[in-house]
């Protein structure tokens, strides 16, 4: 089965500053790779995703680069702010979502004041 | 932002019993889960559900039993409770082959 593996476990920057999360992935039938950010207390929502026929994808200040042949892909986050402060979550799926997310084990993101 | 809700929300009960925990989408996706997050916050998933039928069913014990009395609805039923059971389940659903996967509230079980 797929295997997400996700780094760094913690992540702290400036307020000000950018982020970047990396996550690799075994199985090369994943076409789909979503990330989530979970408040404390609160349900993981899905902040950007990409499929495989594409390589980067940006929404405001989150982006996520995939690359295929060497099976990761990266969330990266500019011009941080507190409210920005989370666990965040990458995950793979292969097919059309019947096998359900295989999740990494999470980045706690803290931004520093 | 109820389009995927449970209930109850927080369960405290006591180990050898028997709870239940229920999920309802208005979505109207074809394909429901149960996850599991641990205490180190790992997310696993446990089951998925589509069109009543079983697709995926991970190495859970089979004292956990899905039930979906229609597409909208998947409950989990738990029974002869254990420790190792305490923490927070979140049911999903998602329409096939459209993308995004969207997650319930949550149910904090804890076990004592």
């Known amino acids: 089965g797929e295997n997400v593996e996700q780094h760094p476990s913690t992540l702290s920057v400036q307020e000000g500053d950018s982020a970047v999360i990396k996550c690799t992935y075994s199985?090369?039938?994943?076409?789909?790779f979503p990330w989530y950010k979970q408040e404390l207390g609160k349900r993981p929502q899905l902040i950007i995703d990409?499929?495989?026929?594409?390589g980067e994808k940006k929404d405001q200040r989150i982006a996520v680069t995939l690359n295929k042949t060497a099976k990761h892909f990266s969330l990266h986050i500019t011009e941080t702010q507190p409210e920005d402060s989370a666990v965040y979550f990458c995950?793979?799926?292969?097919?059309?979502?019947?096998?359900?997310?295989?999740f990494g084990k999470g980045t706690h993101l803290i931004i520093q004041p | 932002d109820t389009a995927v809700s449970q209930t109850p929300k927080y369960l405290v009960t006591q180990m050898g019993n028997d709870k239940s925990i229920k999920c309802e989408q208005n979505?109207?996706?074809?394909?429901m889960y149960w996850y599991k997050q641990d205490s180190k916050k790992f997310l696993k998933i446990m089951f998925s559900?589509?069109?009543?039928?079983?697709?995926i069913n991970e190495t859970v014990p089979n004292r956990f039993s899905p039930k979906s009395p229609d597409k909208a609805h998947l409950n989990l039923h738990i029974n002869s409770l254990e420790l190792g059971d305490s923490a927070v389940y979140f049911c999903?659903?998602?329409?096939?082959?459209?993308?995004?996967?969207?997650f319930g509230p949550g149910t904090r079980l804890t076990v004592t």
């Open positions: 559900y589509n069109n009543k039928e079983l697709i």
């Open positions: 990409i499929r495989s026929n594409v």
């Open positions: 999903a659903s998602i329409r096939l082959l459209a993308g995004a996967q969207y």
């Open positions: 199985d090369s039938a994943s076409n789909y």
């Open positions: 979505l109207g996706h074809d394909t």
């Open positions: 995950a793979a799926r292969s097919g059309g979502g019947a096998d359900g997310l295989t």
